[in-house]
């Protein structure tokens, strides 16, 4: 599966965005899905995940309850809403699927066969 993610841009702190993450090339819904954040000199780190159903969701704690994944297997695309945005939450995003319908644990980058390329969330005033 080929994945693309948009969204992101410039916000000042307090703010909010909205990740998009579309698929193509594979059966959307047999995949559980993820977002990855990495910043400038860090490790990628994890986000959240969702399972191929949606009705299991994972976060960083750095996420919850700032952050919901949620996906529309419809429209083969899966999203990130960001709200009340921190200038540590300044990253690359990236989006990745993983060839399983669910996770018996918070999965981990290993978990994930296929990434995007990325997009910019740069939180500044």
């Known amino acids: 599966v080929q994945l693309q993610a948009s969204g992101g841009g410039l916000v000042q702190p307090g703010g909010s965005l909205r990740l998009s993450c579309a698929a193509s090339g594979g059966t959307f819904s047999r995949y559980s899905m993820g977002w990855f954040r990495q910043g400038l000199g860090k490790d990628r780190e994890f986000v959240a995940a969702?399972?191929?159903?949606?009705?299991?969701?994972y976060y960083a704690d750095s996420a919850k309850g700032r952050f919901t994944i949620s996906r529309d297997n419809a429209k083969n695309t899966m999203y990130l809403q960001m709200n009340s945005l921190k200038s540590e939450d300044t990253a690359f995003y990236y989006c990745?699927?993983?060839?399983?319908?669910?996770?018996?644990?918070?999965?981990?980058?290993?978990?994930?066969?296929?990434w995007g390329q990325g997009t910019q969330v740069t939180v500044s005033s």
């Open positions: 990745a699927a993983a060839s399983r319908l669910y996770f018996s644990r918070r999965p981990s980058e290993n978990d994930f066969g296929s």
């Open positions: 969702i399972t191929s159903t949606g009705i299991t969701t």
